[in-house]
Structure formats: C-alpha cells, structure tokens
Nanobody, 126 residues
Framework: QVQLVESGGGSVQAGGSLRLSCVASGYRPIAYSTLCMAWFRQLPGKAREGVAIIGSTSRTTYADSVVGRFTISKDNVENTLLLQMNSLKPEDTGMYYC?????????????????WGQGTQVTVSS
C-alpha cells in the first residue's frame, strides 16, 4: 500500500506560481526513487487528465498545455513528488491529484495508476 497526501494548492492570480507537494508513505524507502508517479488534474466539467509524469528512471513527460510552465520532480530523500507551476492561467483551475504505481513505467505516457491522493484545489483568477 502507498499513501499519498497532497498539499500546496490555493488561489493565485493569472501569471502567478504555485508549488504542489505530494508525500508518499507506506512504500519501501530504498525503492522510492523508482516509483512511477504523476500529477493529474480535473478541470470543471471535464474528465481527469494527465499533467506530468516522472517515470521509474526519472524520464518526464508533460501535457501539451503545460509544457514550459510546469516542472515535475521528486525529492527521493523526503519521498516527495513536486509540481512547480509557473505562469498560471485561469484554465489551469481545477483539482490536482498525485498518483503512483509500483510497476515500472517509462515516463513516456500516462499508464494506469494504482494509488491516488485526495486532491488539492488550484484556483487561478484573471
């Protein structure tokens, strides 16, 4: 079992920045660096979509809508997944979720994830 707890959401004006964090627990610390993890979001009235993924060998992929603005990273010492979000737009408003899977993933696409956090709300005003 892997438990995921997100934090860092909030309200900002367009052009601002937020950093989301997701602390993982319940997984073998020595293997955390190979854990496949991602950020998803659900925008109002839309299906959940992948935002950024970091694969088991640290390869990263981003949704086209966030390329150049968002950066995903992992702190393997603190077992924390991060999402730095810059140049935020009103259309980034939604609930953001952290996800993990223990099976290997390349980081080239968004596979099926086994574990999910409870979500953190991001609101960007114009």
């Amino acid at each position: 079992q892997v438990q995921l707890v997100e934090s860092g959401g909030g309200s900002v004006q367009a052009g601002g920045s937020l950093r989301l964090s997701c602390v993982a627990s319940g997984y073998r610390p020595i293997a955390y660096s190979t854990l496949c993890m991602a950020w998803f979001r659900q925008l109002p009235g839309k299906a959940r979509e992948g935002v950024a993924i970091i694969g088991s060998t640290s390869r990263t992929t981003y949704a086209d809508s966030v390329v150049g603005r968002f950066t995903i990273s992992k702190d393997n010492v603190e077992n924390t997944l991060l999402l730095q979000m810059n140049s935020l737009k009103p259309e980034d408003t939604g609930m953001y979720y952290c996800a993990a899977r223990t099976m290997w993933c390349s980081g080239d696409n968004f596979p099926t994830f086994d574990y999910w956090g409870q979500g953190t709300q991001v609101t960007v005003s114009s």
